[in-house]
C-alpha cells in the first residue's frame, strides 16, 4: 500500500494528544513512522524487527509502551499493528480486487468488439463530413504510460495510484463529464484529482469510482 487515509485532524485525538503530551514531537514522529512500516506491509509486522529498523532504544521503549497501553499500537504473537491502519488496508485491497476485475471486463469487451466480423461493401467510399473529421481527430487521445503517471505524481508527491488512474480512466474510455468530454490533457486531470482529494479531505482514490 503506498499511502493511507490520515486526516489532518488526527492532532485533535485524544489518543494523539496524550501521546503528544508525554513524549512530544519525538512521541509522534515514532508513531507515525511506525505506521508507515505497517502500511507499506500491509499486515503485522515482527516486533523485533520493526523496532530494530526503528531503532527503538531504552529512551523509546517506554513511548512504544505507552502507545500499546493506550491503544495506538497492538501486539500479538510477537508481532505489532495498528489496528484502524489494518482495517483501512482491508478495504483498499478489496476495492482494488474489485476495480481489476472491472478493468478487466471492460478490456474484454473491447476485445469482443474488435474480433466481431461484419460485412463491408466493396464501393467507392462515403463522404465523410468534414466536421466529424475534426472530432475523430479529437478523440483520438493517447493515454500515457504508466510510468508517466507514475514519475509526475512522485514529482508531485500526491501519493496518486498511477495504475490507479490509468485503469480508471481506461474503463471510461479517457473521457469526463456529462458532456464526454476527452481528456486531451491527463496531468492536468491528475490535478483535479489532487484538488478534489484536498478539498473533500478523503482517500484520494476513493473519489473517482
Same mark, same amino acid.
Given at each position: 500500500m503506498?499511502y493511507f487515509?490520515?486526516d489532518t485532524?488526527?492532532?485533535?485525538?485524544?489518543?494523539?494528544?496524550?501521546?503528544?503530551?508525554?513524549?512530544?514531537?519525538?512521541?509522534l514522529?515514532l508513531?507515525?513512522?511506525?505506521?508507515?512500516?505497517?502500511?507499506?506491509q500491509?499486515?503485522?509486522?515482527?516486533?523485533?524487527?520493526?523496532?530494530?529498523q526503528?531503532?527503538?532504544g531504552?529512551?523509546?521503549?517506554?513511548?512504544?509502551k505507552f502507545m /500499546?497501553?493506550?491503544g495506538?499500537? &497492538?501486539?500479538n504473537?510477537g508481532?505489532?499493528?495498528?489496528k484502524?491502519?489494518?482495517?483501512?488496508?482491508?478495504?483498499?485491497?478489496?476495492k482494488?480486487?474489485?476495480?481489476?476485475i472491472?478493468?478487466?471486463?471492460?478490456r474484454?469487451?473491447?476485445e469482443?468488439? /474488435?474480433?466481431?466480423?461484419?460485412y463491408?461493401?466493396? &464501393?467507392?467510399p462515403p463522404?465523410?463530413n468534414?466536421?466529424?473529421?475534426?472530432?475523430?481527430?479529437?478523440?483520438n487521445?493517447i493515454?500515457p504510460?504508466i510510468?508517466?503517471?507514475?514519475?509526475?505524481?512522485?514529482?508531485r508527491?500526491?501519493?496518486?495510484?498511477a495504475q490507479?488512474?490509468?485503469?480508471?480512466n481506461?474503463?471510461?474510455?479517457?473521457?469526463?463529464?456529462k458532456?464526454?468530454t476527452?481528456?486531451?490533457?491527463?496531468?492536468?486531470?491528475?490535478?483535479t484529482?489532487e484538488k478534489y482529494?484536498?478539498k473533500?479531505?478523503?482517500?484520494?482514490?476513493?473519489?473517482?469510482?
Amino acid at each position: 500500500m503506498k499511502y493511507f487515509l490520515h486526516d489532518t485532524n488526527s492532532f485533535d485525538d485524544e489518543k494523539i494528544t496524550e501521546l503528544y503530551l508525554k513524549f512530544g514531537y519525538e512521541g509522534l514522529g515514532l508513531f507515525y513512522t511506525t505506521l508507515e512500516k505497517i502500511g507499506k506491509q500491509e499486515k503485522p509486522v515482527k516486533t523485533t524487527v520493526l523496532k530494530a529498523q526503528l531503532k527503538v532504544g531504552k529512551r523509546l521503549e517506554k513511548c512504544w509502551k505507552f502507545m /500499546e497501553e493506550i491503544g495506538l499500537l &497492538s501486539s500479538n504473537n510477537g508481532d505489532t499493528f495498528n489496528k484502524q491502519l489494518l482495517n483501512f488496508s482491508e478495504k483498499y485491497q478489496i476495492k482494488k480486487e474489485k476495480n481489476k476485475i472491472k478493468v478487466a471486463e471492460w478490456r474484454k469487451n473491447q476485445e469482443d468488439k /474488435e474480433n466481431v466480423t461484419s460485412y463491408v461493401p466493396i &464501393s467507392n467510399p462515403p463522404k465523410v463530413n468534414k466536421s466529424k473529421v475534426k472530432e475523430n481527430k479529437i478523440n483520438n487521445i493517447i493515454p500515457p504510460t504508466i510510468e508517466m503517471v507514475k514519475n509526475y505524481c512522485e514529482e508531485r508527491k500526491n501519493g496518486i495510484d498511477a495504475q490507479y488512474f490509468i485503469d480508471q480512466n481506461t474503463m471510461k474510455g479517457w473521457i469526463y463529464g456529462k458532456n464526454k468530454t476527452p481528456i486531451k490533457d491527463w496531468q492536468a486531470c491528475i490535478r483535479t484529482w489532487e484538488k478534489y482529494s484536498k478539498k473533500t479531505n478523503t482517500f484520494t482514490n476513493e473519489d473517482f469510482n
